[in-house]
């Protein structure tokens, strides 16, 4: 991730072996001038179709997304052609969602699961047309949309009876309900809702098939199927959609009672076998997920060092002497001249030959004060060795004439150095 715009034209530069991709796509590509108005537009989603080209991926996360990506995101992982699957998908969208019913509940007071009934209004489809934001009757913003999911299904070709291939799915920014657990994501084993989100309905998954059974260290070892978290309730569900609480017991999701982990410790003992060693990988990425510090993932942060004047690191030269300027190359750091400040010392900075760093002017005068005079001596110094080897260097004039080029030379560096230090003064 980086404060800088991730551009369409750099798809052409990421191979599609990847096997983690994060990428932040908060910060707009173009700049739209209408007036006095300045308009912002963000990637769209034409410009993220080569995410389906990443089909090795275990891991995608997607921060501070403005326009709604889940047609390439969703096609993305059942085109996932990775061992096991896709482990970790991490979504979260730049601005929360906005809704009519006051029923639905925020995530901060989501303290259980509240199982809609047959003529509730959360059983209906609130989506529209499957392009995973809510319809405009019920409000605006993103929506988990299950006919997005199975539209993605039919164009990656993938047929009914293979599970979409995901293990831990995390949101931010998303509105809810049960429709996309009854079928696609059925197999979830975690599912992690940010501070954003909006539960209108959601029930755990339930399944037919064997559990993966990642949650039984917490319930007493008893058959776990899914791990449901919200920002102030967490709750272990088995493969029938009821919860469990630590000592394994099935308790009324009326109750809220909320099973918090505090720490998920693998296994003691290990066998190295190739399907252990797996489900080894996959508990790691599910911690990962989550123990996460925050959903709220800032945009890069910015220097806090002020902007540095194009005067003060310009390399352009300023004719001061015509002697060329001596290469170091024994050392990897040489020492300025002294500048005189402005309360009248001196100071002396360095600079580093193997590094790409700048020195700023603040800098410069935040450094420690150095005596003009053996400043001087030494720039002095250095260009009477410059001078030396020049003279040595198979010349046939005279050393008479040689002094006297040295001395000329050296009234030139000290008139060049005073100018320097009347600039910088």
Same mark, same amino acid.
């Given at each position: 991730?980086s404060?800088?715009?991730?551009?369409?034209?750099?798809?052409?530069?990421l191979?599609?072996?990847?096997t983690?991709?994060?990428?932040d796509?908060?910060?707009p590509?173009?700049?739209?001038?209408?007036?006095?108005?300045?308009h912002?537009?963000?990637i769209?989603?034409n410009?993220m179709?080569?995410l389906?080209?990443?089909t090795?991926l275990?891991?995608?996360r997607l921060?501070h997304i403005?326009?709604?990506?889940?047609?390439?995101?969703?096609e993305t992982?059942?085109?996932n052609t990775s061992?096991?699957?896709?482990?970790?998908l991490?979504?979260?969208?730049?601005s929360?969602?906005?809704?009519?019913?006051?029923?639905?509940?925020r995530?901060?007071?989501v303290?259980g699961?509240?199982?809609?009934?047959?003529?509730?209004?959360?059983?209906?489809?609130?989506?529209?047309?499957g392009?995973?934001?809510l319809?405009?009757?019920?409000?605006t913003?993103e929506y988990?949309?299950?006919?997005?999911?199975?539209?993605?299904r039919?164009?990656?070709?993938l047929?009914?009876?293979t599970?979409?291939?995901?293990?831990?799915?995390?949101?931010n920014g998303f509105?809810?309900?049960?429709?996309p657990?009854?079928?696609?994501?059925?197999r979830?084993?975690?599912l992690?809702?940010?501070?954003?989100?909006i539960?209108?309905g959601?029930?755990?998954?339930?399944?037919?098939?064997?559990?993966?059974?990642?949650?039984?260290?917490?319930?007493?070892?008893?058959?776990?199927?899914?791990?449901?978290?919200?920002?102030?309730?967490?709750?272990?569900f088995?493969?029938?959609?009821?919860?469990r609480?630590k000592?394994g017991?099935?308790?009324?999701?009326?109750?809220?009672l909320?099973?918090?982990?505090?720490?998920?410790p693998?296994?003691?003992?290990?066998p190295?076998?190739?399907e252990?060693l797996?489900?080894?990988d996959?508990?790691?990425?599910?911690?990962?997920?989550?123990h996460?510090?925050s959903?709220d993932?800032?945009?890069?942060p910015?220097?806090?060092?002020?902007?540095?004047?194009?005067?003060a690191?310009?390399?352009?030269?300023?004719?001061?002497?015509?002697v060329?300027t &001596?290469?170091?190359? @024994? !050392? %990897?750091?040489?020492?300025?001249? *002294?500048?005189? #400040?402005?309360d009248? $010392?001196?100071t002396t900075?360095?600079?580093?030959?193997?590094s790409?760093?700048?020195i700023?002017?603040?800098?410069?005068?935040?450094?420690? &004060?150095a005596?003009a @005079? !053996? %400043?001087?001596?030494?720039?002095? *110094?250095?260009? #009477?060795?410059?001078? $030396?080897n020049?003279?040595?260097?198979?010349?046939?004039?005279?050393?008479?004439e040689e002094?006297d080029?040295m001395?000329?030379?050296?009234?030139?560096?000290?008139? @060049?150095?005073?100018?320097v230090s009347?600039? *910088?003064?």
């Open positions: 991730m404060g800088l715009p991730f551009l369409p034209s750099v798809w052409d530069e191979p599609t072996s990847l983690k991709l994060v990428l796509l908060g910060q590509i173009r700049l739209e001038q209408n007036g006095e108005v300045l912002r537009s963000y769209t989603s410009e179709k080569p389906q080209d990443q090795q275990k891991e995608l921060f403005h326009n709604s990506f889940q047609p390439m995101i969703w992982v059942f085109r061992e096991g699957g896709m482990r970790v991490d979504v979260q969208m730049a929360p969602p906005i809704v009519r019913s006051e029923q639905w509940r995530a901060k007071d303290v699961l509240t199982v809609p009934t047959e003529d509730s209004e959360g059983k209906m489809y609130k989506g529209l047309d392009k995973g934001v319809h405009y009757s019920v409000g913003g988990l949309d299950d006919l997005c999911i199975r539209k993605a039919i164009a990656s070709g047929d009914e009876a599970p979409l291939p995901l293990w831990c799915l995390r949101l509105v809810l309900d049960h429709l657990f009854e079928h696609e994501l059925s979830i084993v975690l992690t809702c940010g501070e954003d989100c539960d209108s959601l029930r755990a998954p339930k399944t037919p098939k064997a559990p993966h059974n990642k949650w039984s260290r917490v319930v007493n070892n008893a058959t776990s199927h899914c791990l449901i978290q919200w920002p102030n309730w967490t709750g272990i088995d493969a029938g959609g009821h919860q609480n000592s017991e099935v308790v009324p999701q009326e109750l809220g909320s099973t918090p982990l505090e720490s998920l693998l296994s003691p003992i290990v190295l076998t190739e252990s797996n489900l080894k996959v508990d790691e990425a599910l911690g990962e997920a989550l996460a510090d959903f993932t800032p945009l890069a910015t220097s806090s060092v002020a902007p540095t004047p194009l005067g690191v310009s390399n352009a030269s300023t004719r001061g002497s015509d060329p &001596p290469t170091v190359a @024994s !050392s %990897s750091t040489a020492y300025s001249p *002294a500048f005189p #400040s402005v009248g $010392s001196t900075s360095m600079v580093s030959f193997a790409s760093d700048l700023t002017l603040d800098e410069v005068n935040s450094s420690e &004060p005596s @005079s !053996s %400043s001087f001596d030494g720039a002095e *110094a250095a260009a #009477s060795d410059v001078a $030396s020049v003279a040595t260097a198979g010349s046939s004039t005279p050393a008479l002094d080029d001395s000329a030379i050296v009234q030139k560096v000290r008139q @060049s150095l005073y100018l009347g600039f *910088a003064s």
